[in-house]
């Protein structure tokens, strides 16, 4: 069964600390995405990547950065955690042929 | 860049009735639309899609159609059943590389048994 997997269901963070989110993928997929997803606001593009080693911002990166080193593995950092990166954090990769995507079960991050 | 809006935000519906979602996209070389369901504790899952070049697709009780002219596109759920109840999001996509998706705010279905 293919899948996405995230580190992380739930996790809790101080404010100011350096956080790491990790998402593998067992498809041989291209690409990797990261989101948040707040109630109303839908899903929010932060980075993705087009291959290893490569990386493009998306809609809101402040705050933010990514590392894909291999191609299984994206993973989303928070530099200095805020309150207001509290938040459910999504990730998903899809093959470069195609637009359709695999979503992991999401991290639930609170920072306090 | 894409900008997706989905309407209506909350939908509440009778056991067996049907159920639609509208969204209206911005940037007309969009291409690909999906649907994706995403029940409690569970990341969103693809349940449908259709591309541009298709004007309505059918799966059983789900249903997409695309109006290119207008810029939107809806899901039409018959005999729906509680196990629909979730949340829905619409989503939009130009052929650039990596096959970027554009996301509406999400509906959150309600079926009343």
């Known amino acids: 069964d293919v899948k996405v997997t995230q580190s992380s269901r739930y996790l809790v963070k101080r404010t100011g600390e350096k956080v790491f989110l990790e998402c593998v993928q067992d498809?041989?997929?291209?690409?990797m995405f990261w989101y948040r997803q707040d109630p109303g606001l839908g899903l929010r593009l932060i980075y993705f990547?087009?291959?290893?080693?490569?990386?493009e911002k998306g809609d809101i990166p402040e705050g933010y950065s990514v590392s894909r080193e291999k191609k299984e593995r994206f993973s989303l950092i928070l530099e200095s955690a805020s309150t207001n990166q509290t938040s459910m954090y999504l990730c998903a990769s899809s093959s470069r042929g195609t637009h359709g995507y695999t979503f992991g079960s999401g991290t639930r991050l609170t920072v306090v | 860049g894409e900008n997706v809006e989905q309407h209506p935000s909350t939908l509440s519906v009778q056991e067996g009735d049907s159920a639609v979602i509208k969204c209206t996209y911005s940037d007309s070389a969009s291409n690909y639309f999906p649907w994706y369901k995403q029940e409690l504790g569970k990341g969103p899952q693809l349940i449908i899609d259709?591309?541009?070049?298709?004007g309505e697709k059918k799966d059983q009780r789900i249903a997409v159609t695309l109006n290119k002219t207008a810029k939107h596109f809806s899901l039409h759920i018959t005999e729906t059943q509680p196990e629909d109840s979730a949340v829905y999001f619409c989503?939009?996509?130009?052929?650039?590389?990596?096959?970027?998706?554009?996301f509406g705010a999400g509906t959150i279905l309600r079926v009343k048994s």
């Open positions: 498809m041989d997929h291209e690409n």
């Open positions: 989503a939009a996509s130009i052929r650039e590389y990596g096959n970027k998706l554009v």
């Open positions: 259709i591309r541009s070049n298709v």
């Open positions: 990547s087009y291959d290893v080693k490569m990386k």
